[in-house]
């Protein structure tokens, strides 16, 4: 089992819709959860932090179910630029103990349509 | 701060050739990864360093990959003779800690075996 898993998509959606990403997430002590987006040809770069409790930036609203290990990202009202290819990341431990390692999904691809 | 530097931007090689990659992270984080970027298998964390320290090298692919970090501003990925399987995109990114752990990204260095 890949330790985080996403739908790669892609959704093609239309300009305005409410769309819902969802990534799983193996290590049960996993301790820091993210979202990422990469537009094309470029860099990641972070969305938005995922809380336990819940977190809404404008527009998007992430959500964290340590029970079930899944993770969210909900984007409403979408507009052409969220076209974008959208990245789980989960801070896990490694062998050592270590929090370092941010392990990234394949991603979900998003394509808003006018 | 000028973010993540990575060079060189793009690199096309002959299938046998020694490839260095070079990233310069932001000044004062602690922590450096390398990443590899392909459609078929997305990103891949190959190595991450804390202070100048290999910590994981548990995704470099095999013994022809290696990874230096001789100081806090300065890391080379390294690969010894080169393959085209090893054409991808290579990421470099930084962070300041554990307790801060948004990854910043480098614009990344195309690799192209042939």
């Known amino acids: 089992r890949k330790e985080v898993e996403q739908d790669p998509g892609p959704f093609n959606v239309p300009e305005g819709a409410t769309v819902a990403f969802n990534c799983t997430y193996s290590?049960?002590?996993?301790?820091?959860f993210f979202w990422y987006r990469q537009d094309c040809r470029k860099e990641p770069k972070l969305l938005m932090s995922v809380y336990s409790s819940g977190n809404e930036d404008g527009r998007f609203t992430a959500q964290l179910n340590r029970a079930s290990q899944y993770i969210s990202l909900l984007i409403r009202d979408s507009k052409l630029s969220d076209s974008a290819t959208y990245l789980c990341v989960v801070n896990t431990l490694n062998y050592g103990g270590s929090q370092g390692n941010l392990i990234f999904g394949k991603g979900t691809k998003l394509s808003v349509k006018p | 701060d000028a973010g993540v530097i990575q060079s060189p931007r793009h690199e096309v090689t002959e299938m046998g050739q020694e490839v260095t990659l070079r990233c310069k992270p932001i000044?004062?984080?602690?922590?450096l990864f390398w990443y590899r970027q392909t459609m078929m298998r997305g990103l891949e964390l190959l190595i991450y360093?804390?202070?100048?320290?290999?910590?994981?090298d548990s995704g470099m692919p095999e013994d022809r990959f290696s990874a230096k970090m001789p100081n806090a501003s300065f890391s080379t990925l390294k690969i010894q003779p080169s393959e085209p399987r090893d054409s991808a995109v290579y990421f470099c990114?930084?962070?300041?800690?554990?307790?801060?752990?948004?990854?910043?990204f480098g614009q990344g260095t195309r690799l192209t075996v042939v």
């Open positions: 990114a930084s962070r300041y800690s554990e307790t801060l752990p948004e990854a910043f």
């Open positions: 290590n049960s002590a996993s301790q820091s």
């Open positions: 360093f804390n202070n100048n320290v290999p910590i994981d």
């Open positions: 000044s004062g984080h602690d922590y």
